[in-house]
């Protein structure tokens, strides 16, 4: 039975030391991995320490911090038989230290809560490397694709030199060979131009999907950020209220307000069951002073109603001051008109001009009282408004401070409840002790259980340094990446300017393409003229041709004629010779026709040439005409601007000159 008894005090005390511990021990909690954006601003990092920096260390609400590590090993706790891993990425919570006696064991993991590594974001490091790596793949692809641009660009300029040379040795070429050239080359263009463009778009396609997935990632980052920075937000203003309801309630308890004085003193009285001597908690005399800050709100909202009590009641007087006004221009208006009806043909007109200009008067006098008026009326719309607004914000304030209560209260009975029952379990452990256990043996259990505690807090800080490493070198890690990542970016922004230009480059080349096809076309056209004028030429002569063979025939036939008959060979001779001077007619008619159609093409060039020459002649005549004309109409507005000039003096000159004139005879009249 000793045995039993000694053993079972043993099992009590290991398992509250085990329930101790892991109660300070950090909570494990299982966190998704983190996805490293290479559009990541810089500024993420000032705000998160900003964060860190506005956290309160000693507020109520929890904080959860992420860190990774890629430790293979574990480290186990015996008593509590919990494994720590830092495989993954951990996070740690923070409870709510107890107010016992055993703070002084747990001064190590008090301090690590408190250490840098509250807020710290570790991806790891093979995100970093993939995401570089596929950076520059990229980057090398873009350098390729620019340099094939480049040489399509140079093989382009090489073959329109050459064209342009082809073109210029025209003249010796034939047609045929001319047109086949340029549509050789003119297909090859488009078909290489095409396929530029085919490939040109598909990676600007490419490039458009990847930016549009990098703005989604970036999206999601500063959501989480944006998400982080209003929960810290919310505990530095929870924290802020509650110590301003604190400092509020200790002074109102030592300076009451003036306007609850007398109810206090009143309700006091009412009071039964407090003591009639000394002062007694204002809180169970009045519930406002449960949140010191509707009192303060209390007694602006008095301040606010006694300002608009006098703003009513100058009002009010503004008011009957202007009936009063109203009334004596209405008699006045009466007194004028009687006076007009009755006095028509007195002489004392001034005076009845002086009294409408009074009467003029009094009534601008009564609209400026109006304006006033309304300003005021619109002041006052003012005022309501921003204390409506101001009272609204004040109410849902007020609505959250409660809730926050109510879950503080919560709490407050749960930390109660748990502080009764460890103070039940302790008063059974020592009346246990008191009969059971020896004291060397619980000394020599504090010392191993002291050790056990020492060693795991030796572990966790020689863990904590290597994670400290670590972090410190991700964080060197990710400044070499950012600064990677903005010079790839600088890079693919001079890429897109360079394909830009070689974009233009290829317009322009098109529409010299254009050009040339247009010159080609006119070429052509001359051809075919010069072509139809050779086969009107061509057919001339075999008419001609025709005329000398049937001519010949008939010489033929009459020198045989001239054998048979010698006798006719003598009559007819004179005919031959005829023949053959008609002959030689027909001849030189058609070499002066072959000719004609030559010299009226150089006649027509000649005159195209002179008729170019008359035009530029005539445009330069008619470019200086109009250059003398632009001359002629800066120099008219620049007299006019020079006259406009001298008729705004002469009638500023002259209104003055009438004014003082009119000025003059105005005191002229007044005087008289």
């Known amino acids: 039975s000793t045995a039993t008894a000694h053993s079972d005090p043993k099992k009590a005390l290991t398992a509250e030391l085990s329930r101790s511990v892991d109660e300070k021990t950090p909570k494990r909690i299982a966190i998704s991995p983190l996805v490293f954006s290479p559009v990541q601003s810089q500024a993420e990092p000032n705000s998160r320490r900003s964060g860190t920096g506005a956290m309160n260390p000693g507020a109520e609400s929890k904080s959860i911090t992420t860190a990774r590590s890629s430790l293979n090993d574990t480290t186990s706790v015996p008593v509590s038989a919990r494994s720590v891993s830092f495989k993954e990425p951990v996070a740690y919570e923070k409870d709510e230290t107890p107010s016992s006696k055993s703070q002084d064991s747990t001064t190590v993991l008090e301090t690590n809560r408190k250490s840098v590594l509250d807020k710290l974001v570790l ?30 660009n140079r093989n382009l300029q090489k073959q329109y030199e050459e064209l342009l040379d082809r073109l210029q040795t025209s003249q010796k070429l034939s047609q045929r060979e001319l047109s086949d050239l340029l549509k050789q080359s003119g297909r090859d263009q488009t078909k290489g131009l095409e396929d530029l463009n085919t490939t040109l778009q598909n990676r600007c396609d490419q490039l458009q999907n990847e930016l549009t997935a990098m703005k989604d990632r970036y999206a999601q980052d500063q959501n989480h950020s944006n998400t982080r920075e209003l929960k810290n937000e919310n505990h530095f203003l929870k924290d802020y209220i509650h110590r301003l309801n604190v400092a509020s309630s200790e002074y109102q308890t030592t300076h009451p307000p003036k306007t609850l004085q007398t109810d206090m003193n009143k309700e006091q009285r009412k009071m039964q069951a407090l003591p009639m001597k000394g002062p007694s908690p204002i809180w169970l005399l009045n519930q406002k002073f449960l949140a010191p800050l509707f009192v303060c709100y209390d007694e602006k909202l008095f301040e606010k109603d006694a300002f608009i009590k006098k703003l009513q009641t100058q009002l009010n007087e503004l008011h009957d001051q202007v009936k009063i006004i109203t009334n004596e221009n209405i008699s006045l208006h009466e007194r004028l008109a009687r006076s007009t009806i009755s006095e028509k043909n007195d002489p004392h007109i001034s005076d009845i001009e002086h009294i409408k200009r009074q009467a003029y008067l009094v009534l601008e006098e009564n609209k400026v009282l109006q304006e006033q008026l309304n300003l005021q009326t619109n002041r006052l719309t003012d005022v309501q408004k921003t204390q409506i607004q101001e009272v609204s914000n004040l109410t849902r304030r007020l609505m959250v401070v409660e809730s926050e209560k109510t879950e503080s209260d919560r709490i407050l009975e749960t930390i109660r409840i748990r502080n009764e029952d ?61 600064l990677k990542l903005t010079e790839h970016r600088s890079d693919i922004e001079r890429f897109k300017g360079e394909i830009k230009v070689l974009k233009k480059l290829n317009k322009k080349l098109q529409l010299r393409v254009q050009t040339y096809e247009k010159k080609l076309e006119l070429q052509q056209i001359k051809e075919q003229r010069i072509t139809t004028m050779l086969e009107k030429s061509t057919e001339d002569y075999e008419e001609t041709k025709l005329e000398r063979d049937t001519y010949l025939t008939l010489a033929k036939t009459k020198e045989d004629e001239m054998n048979k008959t ?76 020079n006259l406009e000039v001298d008729l705004e003096t002469v009638w500023q000159t002259t209104n003055a000159d009438s004014m003082r004139i009119r000025e003059h005879l105005y005191d002229r009249r007044i005087t008289s």
């Open 123 to 152: 991806p790891p490091p093979e995100d970093y490397q993939q995401n570089v790596n596929d950076l520059e793949h990229r980057n090398q692809l873009l350098n390729d694709e620019i340099q094939q641009v480049r040489s399509n």
């Open 566 to 641: 010698q006798i006719r060979l003598n009559e007819e001779a004179e005919k031959l010779a005829q023949l053959e001077e008609r002959l030689e007619n027909y001849k030189n008619k058609n070499k002066e026709r072959t000719n004609e159609p030559q010299e009226q093409w150089k006649k027509q060039s000649d005159n195209l040439k002179l008729r170019c020459l008359e035009h530029e002649q005539r445009i330069q005549q008619l470019v200086s005409l109009l250059n003398e004309k632009q001359i002629l109409i800066d120099e008219l507005h620049a007299e006019k601007r």
């Open 422 to 482: 460890l103070k039940r379990k302790y008063d059974q452990l020592m009346l246990d002790s008191n009969h059971k256990i020896h004291v060397q043996e619980h000394m020599q259990e504090i010392s191993e259980m002291k050790r056990l505690t020492d060693e795991l807090s030796e572990k966790h800080a020689h863990e904590m340094q290597l994670l400290l490493r670590r972090v410190q070198d991700a964080e060197a890690a990710k400044r070499i990446c950012q």
